[in-house]
């Protein structure tokens, strides 16, 4: 199997991380819930593409590796495409077209009854529903959505192509 697919995903899964974080610390946008799910999976991507790329540098030596190389990449493309269906899901949640979570999150905290009030409250108040940064009229999940949607075709295409 050619390595142009899994490098592809790696590289396209740690662009996408690499927005997503240079947004939250240089742009000062702090990630909701189904943000966090994107990032996770993300990461998920990104690991199994560069143990698809390790794998077949192996493979090179040891062709029966082979199989697991390609199983790994699959694993890796599926990756991507469930992080643009979560994208999909939140932008249509931004936009309306659905109804995201119910409920909000705060990050644990301990101590008194009185520091356990102030950390909650000096949590950011982030909402799935709200666009807090958008280009062309779409959301960064929207955008997350078709550059992932983007770069599984592409990855696609490049492992099934002909040597």
Known sequence: MRSEGPALVLTGSLALLAGAYGFEMIGGLVPCEMCWWQR????????????????????????AMAPAVTATAWVAILGLASNAGIALFHAGVEQKWWQGLTRCTAPPVAGDAKSMMADILAQPLVRCDAIPWQMFGISMAGWNFIVSLILVGAATWLILKPR
Do not use: E
């Open 40 to 63: 996770w999976a993300l990461m998920a991507t990104a690991f199994f593409a560069a143990d698809a790329l390790l794998l077949g540098m192996v493979a090179r030596r040891q062709p």
